[in-house]
């Protein structure tokens, strides 16, 4: 398994690495015993070295840019208006749910459309502060392969990974959370005011599963913003806010 794994990492990084001269120490490090110095051989030869740095450091850098990006995002969302005044990720109408939106509108009934999406949003921003812990175990299973993928993707390359470590747990989590806090701000009452008014002048029906039309857009705001702030935390000194995110991401050229 460990050969299997490390041809493939060899095969990733080969363009990038024959140009530079530096395949060879690639090659030298699968030769290894322990696959355990592969992460800071890989970053060595693409920086230059890196003095001081672990593999221990890179991991729980990169650990610990993930805990404050997931932890700043759950605090920013999981207060009045977290989502709702947010336009890049404010919950509105789904897209089959629009023409009644506009339909009532028109029959001068908008306060309830608005009603309706103040509470799809409110119901957002109260289940945000149930997924830390999630969050938080996920991070922990981080692995050396993890990091090097990580290091050297994208800038949001962290966010992905957390993405695919995540999103079923995190849905299966969040969606009896979601469906209390609907009941909670009267959303449901609210939005089968809506569609009741709708539907009885109209010939189309809507049926949308309210929440889990929420549940998907609250998961979709949220890795949004942990993606920003990953790249904030890569790009930007002031974002790197403890000693090992300046230590593994500080001295990035």
């Known amino acids: ?33 322990s696959n355990k110095n592969i992460l800071k051989t890989v970053k060595d030869a693409y920086d230059g070295g890196a003095a001081g740095l672990s593999n221990d450091d890179i991991v729980s850098g990169l650990k610990d840019a993930l805990r404050v990006a997931t932890d700043t995002t759950t605090k920013t969302l999981n207060i009045a208006g977290g989502y709702f005044k947010n336009e890049a990720i404010k919950i509105l109408m789904p897209a089959e749910a629009l023409k009644a939106e506009k339909t009532l509108r028109s029959m001068g009934v908008g306060s309830l459309v608005d009603k309706a999406i103040l509470s799809m949003n409110s119901a957002a921003e109260d289940a945000a502060g149930q997924v830390g812990p999630i969050f938080i175990n996920a991070i922990k299973q981080i692995t050396i392969t993890d990091g090097i993928n990580i290091l050297r993707g994208g800038n949001t390359a962290a966010t992905n990974y957390l993405k695919q470590s995540t999103t079923s747990i995190l849905a299966e989590r969040m969606r009896p959370v979601i469906q209390a806090s609907l009941k909670k701000v009267n959303a449901e009452e609210y939005w089968g005011a809506v569609f009741s008014k ?19 857009k609250a998961l979709e705001g949220m890795f949004y913003n942990i993606s920003l702030q990953e790249q904030n935390i890569r790009k930007d000194p002031g974002a790197q806010v403890t000693d090992i995110l300046k230590k593994v991401f500080g001295d990035k050229k």
């Open 1 to 33: 398994m460990k050969k299997i794994a490390l041809v493939v990492l060899i095969g990733t990084f080969h363009q990038f690495c024959f140009a530079q001269g530096i395949f060879d120490k690639i090659k030298k490090a699968a030769k290894l015993d």
């Open 198 to 216: 709708y539907n009885m002048f109209s010939q189309q029906k809507v049926e949308t599963d309210l929440t889990t039309y929420v549940t998907s």
